[in-house]
């Protein structure tokens, strides 16, 4: 398994203004995600996060709107700039040990903008 | 493009009873499922998975079923506490460098 510390655990942001998350894992692990998860729905992925390079980003996310990085095994960072209303929502950091093995959460971060 | 979804957005079952819930997945080259049961306020906790070369793997209390025939994937939670309420979410992964496909999710209530 992994504990994951994810900050902050919730924020309420000015539209226009951006935010960054960071997810911080107990032990060195080979992949990492980040998730969004929109108001009773189900998690989307946003982009993979790799180490030392750029992200791997899903089909109707940007690096622009969605920069990410990981400097090392243990830590990544989310921002989201630019933000709208319609970017309420919460974000969740997920890593695995290898690629086809389970997925571990963290707490996640409930974004608000108003 | 590929989904993963479910048979029933919500279930009230009585405590002590069994629960079952369904999962249809579409991706046929998909060879990894897990089921994460998330609460209120926090993240999705792995449950149980299995892979494709299995259809039945059993944890304490929860028995994940596949049928790669028919692409359906069930859990079930024997003797359904209350704690047991939560999202259930069943997840599917294709081989190779490819990413995790949530399904929708079934809300669990646990009627005491």
Redesign the interface.
Known sequence: SAVISQKPSRDICQRGTSLTIQCQVDSQVTMMFWYRQQPGQSLTLIATANQGSEATYESGFVIDKFPISRPNLTFSTLTVSNLSPEDSSIYLCSVAHLLNTEAFFGQGTRLTVV | GESVGLHLPTLSVQEGDNSIINCAYSNSAS??F?W?KQES??????II?IRSNMDKRQGQRVTVLLNKTVKHLSLQIAATQPGDSAVY?CAE?G???T???????TRLSVIA
């Open positions: 060879d990894y897990i994460y306020g926090k993240g999705p906790q792995f998975d979410f992964k081989s190779g460098n990413p995790l496909v949530f399904g929708k999710g």
